[in-house]
C-alpha cells in the first residue's frame, strides 16, 4: 500500500529529502515573512534547476509538485509553465496526469501557451485509454478557449456518444464550457439527447446548460417544461440512486437548478405556470418535511427558499402564494437561517401581494430589527422600506429612527436606515413640512464632528432650494434654534435664512473649532448672506484674512472672493482695511488671486467672474445689469437723493441709468456719461434681491471642487 506521499511523488522510495525539507520549512514557518523567506528561496533554486534538462523524470516530477505548493501559497510559478506542457505531452499517465494538473494551474484560457496543448488534447482525446480522455476532457474545460472552439466541437460531440457515462458527462461540461464562450452556437438536439441519457449523472450534467438557455430565451423551452417536471417529480420521490442523496435529502442541488429553470420557464407565462403548479405543491411538501440531520434540514431550506421564490417569479397563483405565505410565517419564527430566508421571501411577496406582505411586515418587525446580527437587523429595513403604506408610516418612521439612535448599531445599518426614511418620506409624506421635520430628525442622529455632511444633508438642502415655503423655513429655524449639533444645517442656513449679520458674527469666533469641509461651506454661506444684504462688517474681512495665506487652495480662494465682495458691497470700507487686504493678496504667489487694483484688467476680470454671483459690474461698484438683457441698471436709495426732492427708485427696485441723468444730459446733442464716470453717485442698496437670484448661484454640495 502506496503512502500518500507517495502517491502526491509517485516514487515507491517516496519523497526526496529536499522536498520533506521544503515542506517541513513551510510548516515552521511562525510569520509571513518567514515563508516568503523559504519561498523565494525554493523559487530561486527551481529555476536554476530548469537550466539543467538532463534532470530524470522522478525529479521533474517532484519539480512540478513543488509548483503546485507555491502557487498555490500565492507566489508566482509562472516560470514552470514550459515544464507542465512537456509533462502532459509525455507517454505515462502518471506524468501526464501532474502536467495537466500544473498547466491548468498557471494557465486560462486567454493564455497564448495554453495553445501548445491543442494537438496533445486532440491526441489524447482520440486516444483508447479512458483515464486519457477524461484527463483531456478536464483540461479542455480550464485550457481552451473561443479560438479553439471549432477545432475541438466534432471530437467533442462524438464524445456525447461514448458507451462509458464518465465520458459522456465530462462531454457535457464541455458543452457547457463552449456554449459560454459562443452562446450563438446552438446544439439544441445534442442537449436534448444528454437530457434524455440513462445515467443520472449525464442528465444532471445537463441542468446549468439549460438554466442558461432558458434564462436568455425562454419562450424556445417551453415546449420541454413536461420533462423538466418529469425530472423533478423523480427526485423529489427518491428515485434516484442514493449516491445523488445529501444526507438522506434527495439531490437537492439539482432540484434548486430544477427550479431555477422552471422559474425562467413560467415568468410572465400563464399556462406554463399552471403546468408547474403539482409539482412545486410536491416540493414544498418534501422540503417542509422532518429530516433527520442538521445538514439535510440545512439542504432543506436552501430547496425551501427556491421554491417559494420560483413560486413568486411565474405568474401569480393564489394557491401556491397562500402556501408561501403560511411558509414564510414558518421560517420567521425559525432560526437565524430561516429567518433571513423568510425576510428574502417577505421582501419578494411585498411586491406583488402588498396587502399580504405588510401583514407579516407588522408581526416580524420587531423580531427582526431586536436581532443581534446586523445582517438581519438589514434584512428587516429593506423590508419595512418595501412594505411601507399610509397606513404604517408613522410607525414604521419611528422604529427606523430608533435603530438609527442605537450606538450598536452599524455605521452600513444606519445608512441603511437613513436611506429607507428619505426614500419612504419624500414617497408618502402626507405633506412637505412632514417630510422636512422626518429629513431634520435623522440629521440629528449623526456625528456633528463629522468631516463631510451625510448624504441626507444634501437631500435636505435640495428639497428646501426647491421649495418657497414659509412652513419650511420656519421648521428649518425652529430646528436650528433648538439643536446645536445640527453644525452642517446651521451654516447653510445663515446664507439663506439669515437677514443680518448677527449669526455671522458668532460662527467668526468659532472658526478654529471648524474642520476645512466645515469652513469651506461657512465662507460660501458668507458670500450668499453678503450678497443678500450687503454692507457687511468690519469684523467679517478682518476674521478670514487669516486664511489668505492658507494651504488648501480653496480655502484660499474663498477668502479672497470674500474679501473682494466685502470691498465692492462695501463702499463705507475703511481705505486703509482694503489697502491691508489688498497688499495682503498682493503677496500671495497663487494663479487664482485677484488683487484689488479697480483699474487692473485682473480686477475687471475677477469681476465679471463673480457677475452673476454678486450682480456687480466693475468700475465704481454701482451698476447691476438687468435680467437677460446687456443694459446697466443702477440701483439706489431714497437717501441719496437730495433732501425733499422725491425718490426715482420704482417698485422693483430697478431704474434706468437715464432715469437719473439730468435732462440736459439726455439731449440729442450731449454724449451719454462712460460708466466709468457715472452721472449721479449713488450708494448701492442691497436691501432687495435681483430677480437674477442667489437661487442660480452654485453651493459646494454640487460644485466639483468640493
Given amino acids: 500500500m ?32 518567514e515563508e516568503s523567506l523559504v519561498m523565494q528561496a525554493e523559487i530561486e533554486g527551481l529555476k536554476a ?31 514552470g509553465v514550459i515544464d507542465a506542457i512537456k509533462f502532459a505531452q509525455l507517454t505515462s499517465v502518471f506524468f501526464k496526469r501532474i502536467g495537466y494538473l500544473v498547466a491548468s494551474l498557471l494557465l486560462n484560457s486567454n493564455s ?7 494537438c496533445t488534447l486532440q491526441k489524447d482525446l482520440n486516444s483508447e485509454s479512458v483515464v486519457e480522455q477524461s484527463m483531456a476532457l478536464t483540461a479542455i474545460c480550464q485550457l481552451m ?87 423533478l417529480t423523480q427526485i ?34 400563464q399556462q406554463s405556470s ?70 428574502q421571501l417577505l421582501y419578494k411577496l411585498c411586491e406583488i401581494q402588498p396587502s399580504i406582505g405588510n401583514t407579516l411586515v407588522r408581526q416580524v418587525c420587531d423580531r427582526a430589527l431586536e436581532h443581534p446580527s446586523d445582517l438581519i437587523r ?91 415655503d414659509e412652513s419650511i423655513k420656519g421648521i428649518m429655524k425652529k430646528a436650528i434654534s433648538q ?27 468659532k472658526l478654529d473649532t471648524l474642520t476645512e469641509t466645515q469652513l469651506i461651506w461657512l465662507f460660501d454661506s458668507l458670500i450668499v448672506l453678503m450678497t443678500r444684504v450687503g454692507c457687511p462688517p468690519p469684523t467679517l474681512g478682518n476674521a478670514v484674512q487669516k486664511y489668505l495665506d492658507n494651504a488648501s487652495p480653496i480655502l484660499r480662494q474663498l477668502a479672497i472672493e470674500i474679501t473682494n465682495v466685502a470691498a465692492l458691497a462695501n463702499p463705507c470700507l475703511l481705505s486703509s482695511q482694503i489697502n491691508a487686504i489688498t497688499d495682503t493678496i498682493n503677496t500671495l504667489e497663487c494663479n487664482e488671486i485677484v488683487k484689488l487694483d479697480t483699474n487692473s484688467a485682473s480686477h475687471k476680470q475677477m469681476v465679471q467672474k463673480f457677475k452673476k454671483r454678486v450682480n456687480v459690474i466693475p468700475n465704481g461698484g454701482e451698476y447691476e445689469l438687468e435680467p437677460d438683457t446687456d443694459t446697466p441698471r443702477q440701483r439706489v436709495i431714497p437717501s441719496a437723493n437730495k433732501e425733499g426732492s422725491k425718490s426715482t427708485a420704482n417698485t422693483s427696485g430697478w431704474v434706468s441709468y437715464h432715469e437719473h441723468i439730468p435732462e440736459e444730459a439726455n439731449s440729442s446733442d450731449k454724449p451719454e456719461p462712460p460708466l466709468s464716470q457715472p452721472a449721479l453717485r449713488t450708494t448701492r442698496i442691497w436691501g432687495q434681491q435681483s430677480p437674477r437670484s442667489i437661487s442660480s448661484r452654485s453651493h459646494p454640495h454640487d460644485s466639483a471642487r468640493c
Avoid at 484 to 506: F, V
Fill in 49 to 79: 534547476d530548469i537550466k539543467h534538462p538532463n534532470s530524470t523524470p522522478s525529479v521533474q516530477h517532484e519539480r512540478l509538485v513543488k509548483l503546485i505548493y507555491i502557487q498555490m501559497l500565492g507566489y508566482d510559478a509562472s516560470f
Fill in 378 to 468: 438589514e434584512m428587516g429595513v429593506r423590508v419595512i422600506h418595501k412594505g411601507i403604506s399610509h397606513d404604517n408610516l408613522s410607525k414604521s418612521a419611528e422604529i427606523l429612527l430608533r435603530i438609527l439612535s442605537d450606538p450598536k448599531s452599524s455605521e452600513e445599518l444606519k445608512h441603511s436606515c437613513s436611506e429607507a426614511l428619505s426614500d419612504i418620506g419624500k414617497t408618502h409624506a402626507p405633506t412637505p413640512a412632514w417630510y422636512v421635520q422626518l429629513l431634520i430628525d435623522i440629521l440629528q442622529r449623526y456625528d456633528k464632528n463629522a468631516d463631510t455632511p451625510p448624504l441626507v444633508f444634501n437631500r435636505l438642502i435640495n428639497y428646501c432650494m426647491e421649495r418657497e
Fill in 274 to 343: 399552471e403546468s408547474m403548479a403539482d409539482v412545486l405543491h410536491m416540493v414544498v411538501a418534501r422540503a417542509s418535511g422532518k429530516m433527520t440531520t442538521a445538514q439535510a434540514n440545512d439542504a432543506a431550506i436552501g430547496v425551501l427558499y427556491q421554491v417559494c421564490t420560483t413560486i413568486l417569479s411565474i405568474y401569480p397563483n393564489q394557491d401556491l402564494i397562500q402556501l408561501v405565505t403560511r411558509k414564510i410565517d414558518e421560517l420567521l419564527n425559525g432560526g437565524p437561517n430561516k429567518l433571513y430566508c423568510g425576510l
Fill in 236 to 269: 423529489v420521490e427518491g428515485r434516484l440512486h442514493v449516491s445523488f442523496n445529501y444526507h438522506t435529502f434527495p439531490a437537492p442541488w439539482a432540484q434548486i437548478y430544477l427550479l431555477q429553470i422552471l422559474e425562467n420557464i413560467g415568468a410572465n407565462h
Fill in 145 to 231: 478557449g473561443k479560438e479553439t472552439i471549432s477545432l475541438f466541437t466534432p471530437t467533442i460531440i462524438r464524445k456525447l456518444s461514448h458507451p462509458k457515462e464518465i465520458i459522456r458527462k465530462k462531454a457535457v461540461d464541455v458543452m457547457y464550457k463552449f456554449l459560454c464562450e459562443q452562446p450563438e452556437v446552438l446544439h439544441d438536439e445534442r442537449y436534448q439527447k444528454a437530457l434524455c441519457d440513462p445515467d443520472a449523472g449525464v442528465m444532471l450534467s445537463t441542468l446549468p446548460i439549460y438554466l442558461k438557455l432558458t434564462k436568455e430565451r425562454p419562450e424556445r423551452y417551453r415546449h420541454m417544461l413536461k420533462a423538466f417536471t418529469d425530472i
Fill in 2 to 33: 502506496k503512502s500518500v506521499e507517495q502517491m502526491i511523488i509517485g516514487d515507491v522510495n517516496g519523497p526526496s529529502a529536499s522536498f520533506k525539507k521544503f515542506i517541513k520549512d513551510i510548516a515552521d514557518s511562525k510569520t509571513k515573512y
Fill in 112 to 118: 497564448q501557451e495554453a495553445l501548445l496543448l491543442c
Fill in 483 to 509: 439643536n446645536q449639533k445640527l453644525i452642517w444645517l446651521h451654516i447653510w442656513s445663515l446664507g439663506r435664512y439669515d437677514d443680518d449679520y448677527r449669526g455671522a458674527e458668532q460662527w467668526l469666533d
